[in-house]
């Protein structure tokens, strides 16, 4: 859950014009890690509260 969280705060702190290529990539992390804990929760047959 963490690395969701310091993921976001970066993607915040890059939304600007010069920086679209870095926002890009995090987002696509961010898409992973959500997927990932998504897929974890429903292995496990727990909810995450977020």
């Known amino acids: 859950m963490r690395m969701c ?5 970066k993607i915040q702190s890059l939304i600007q014009p010069e ?3 870095q926002l890009m990539t995090h987002m696509k992390v ?4 959500t997927t990932m804990r998504n897929e ?4 496990l ?4 509260l977020k």
């Not at 961010?30 to 890690?33: A, G, I, P, T, V």
Request: aromatic share 0%.
């Open 19 to 21: 920086e679209a290529e």
């Open 40 to 43: 974890l929760a429903e292995q």
């Open 30 to 33: 961010q898409q992973k890690l």
């Open 5 to 9: 969280d310091k993921n976001l705060q």
């Open 45 to 48: 047959g727990t909810v995450v």
